[in-house]
């Protein structure tokens, strides 16, 4: 299956997958959206805030260093729904 460039747009944040890449966002109990596959992070100016095959995207609002996961989930006492 060809798949189209994806693109996640979130508050200021945008997220762009390759062409043809397979990207996965799985949330974690009681923690971040961990995300697998090749993507690219960009802020709202376009600058590259980061590039990888593993990420962890904040779904807590706690994180010191958005939009990823610092760890802030475990002092707040963040419980995901499912
Ligand atoms: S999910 Fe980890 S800091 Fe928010």
Redesign the pocket.
Known sequence: MTKKLQTYEADSITATSAPGASVTIRPSKD??LLVSGTVRVESEDGSLLQEGDKL?L??????SNPPF?????RKIG?RSKR
């Open positions: 923690g971040p962890a904040c779904r807590c609002g706690g994180t996961c610092d760890g802030a989930h963040y």
